[in-house]
């Protein structure tokens, strides 16, 4: 039910409008414009009716107030003989006027109009969140934006989808996208991560159960199937999924149709199935790992997503979109990406992928000390299978790895110190032979490193 605040200092002319409305419209009202930006700011209004002539603050300041700080439609009420107060306020920003005496139907249809007209707002701007979040997949790599080309064919045909690629590619991200740009958008978006559902969890957890189905199960709770109801259900790493798992799901596929543990009633249920998987399903079908009729009901499209090794140009575009994104939320000042670390980057394998590299970014952000990245701050696994032929590089290979080398071999003594001594200091530093002081600052060295890293 639309919220409509009436604003008015005559007091009969309130009680009409709440007669009139309250059936139909959540009503609201104020007897002047402060009263009426108060109700504003604590309630969500979705029309504003208001009177130009009221004490305090008059309808045509409000409508001001309203224009320049919120979105809402605002229909101005006005006598007969001032129209020119009307074409002001149309002037001003108001979606409408009417005038005295009002006419009741009148009002009504220009209410009907304005909250209309306020609800294809919003879709737009949901519309436009929605285009602004499928282009948050950023590539310059030929096979990807062939995928991101058809998107939205695949959005509008509703039917099943299987996203093929290595652990951290995107792929749920892509499958984002596709909800996004469908017609399911105002639906819900469900993801599950398959392999994390306990096998003896997996009817609760994807069918819901009624209160009292087993011990422990104190009120009603609603599946995925359920939850995923006129919008997407997002099934990743769908080939950890046990065969009789399996045969339950390719049932609802096929019926549409839910029963809840501990209920006999039959629930309809309507998603769209995408599915997830870094394995070959086609082989695990020819071993008996997975049911070919279900196989075959989700692979009606096919996507499969090139792993990040495959892509060196989205390597350096995504190094430098997340050293901004983790730079301004950290308040650090890095910059820039040497070219010596692109290349490094460009040449890793990345078994992990975009998910990998967003990692390994952050943790070179957190490294970095000024405006620019370089060798030494990037983890040792990127760092360490350098090629190098750049006498620069060298100098900067060779500090990075004295110093790596260096607090491995402090780290390995004081362990081994403080193992042979049972964890005394003192008997440590004798059998060390060196100054106790400066043993315990060597302890304190290696436990800080230790936090850190």
């Known amino acids: 039910m639309n919220t409509v605040l009436f604003a008015d200092d005559e007091i009969y002319m309130l009680d009409l409008m709440k007669m009139n409305f309250s059936k139909k419209y959540h009503f609201l009202t104020a007897q002047n414009g402060l009263e009426a930006l108060d109700l504003i700011r604590k309630n969500e209004i979705d029309l504003v009716v208001t009177d130009v002539k009221m004490p305090k603050m ?9 224009v320049s700080a919120f979105d809402i439609p605002v229909i101005i009420v006005t006598a007969f003989g001032t129209i020119e107060n009307a074409v002001e306020a149309i002037k ?6 009417v005038t005295k005496p009002i006419n009741l139907q009148d009002l009504e249809a220009k209410i009907e109009r304005s909250l209309k007209y306020m609800n294809i707002k919003k879709e737009n701007a949901l519309l436009k969140k929605r285009i602004r979040g499928s282009s948050n997949i950023l590539t310059k790599n030929d096979k990807m934006q062939k995928i991101l080309d ?10 099943p989808i299987v996203i093929l690629g290595e652990s951290g590619t995107g792929k749920e991200l892509i499958a984002h996208a596709i909800h996004d740009q469908s017609n399911r958008y105002l639906g819900p978006f469900v993801a599950v991560n398959v392999s994390a559902v306990p096998a003896e969890l997996f009817e609760s957890e994807f069918f819901g159960y009624d209160q009292g189905a087993f011990t422990g199960a104190n009120s009603k709770k609603i599946g995925k199937f359920e939850a995923a109801n006129n919008g997407t259900l997002f099934l990743d790493e769908i080939g950890d999924m046990p065969i009789d798992h399996q045969a339950k799901l390719l049932r609802v596929l096929q019926d549409s149709k839910i029963t809840k543990l501990g209920s006999v009633e039959e629930k309809n249920v309507n998603f769209r199935l995408i599915s997830a998987t870094n394995k070959p399903l086609d082989k695990m079908v020819e071993g008996k790992k997975f049911r070919e009729d279900l196989y075959y009901r989700i692979n009606v499209i096919r996507i499969e997503i090139p792993p ?49 590299l967003q990692n390994v970014i952050l943790r070179t952000v957190i490294n970095a000390s000024g405006e620019e990245i370089k060798i030494r701050d990037l983890p040792h696994e990127i760092s360490g299978n350098q090629t190098i032929i750049d006498y620069e590089e060298f100098l900067e290979k060779k500090h990075v790895e004295r110093n790596r080398l260096y607090k491995a071999l402090e780290r390995q003594f004081v362990n081994s110190l403080l193992s042979k001594s049972q964890g005394n ?13 400066l043993l315990q600052n060597m302890i304190k060295h290696v436990e800080n490193k230790d936090d850190s890293e």
């Open 308 to 356: 990040l090794r495959e892509r060196p140009e989205d390597v350096e575009l995504l190094s430098n979109y997340y050293v901004e994104k983790y730079s301004e939320q950290m308040k650090k000042e890095v910059k820039f990406i040497s070219q010596n670390v692109i290349d490094l980057l460009k040449a890793y394998n990345w078994p992990g992928n975009v998910r990998e």
């Open 92 to 97: 001003l920003g108001a979606y409408d006027y």
């Open 58 to 66: 008059d309808g045509m300041q409000l409508l001001k107030e309203v």
């Open 425 to 437: 200091i003192t008997k440590a530093a004798e059998i060390a032979k060196m100054d106790r002081r």
């Open 150 to 159: 058809k998107i939205p064919e695949y959005a509008n045909l509703d039917l």
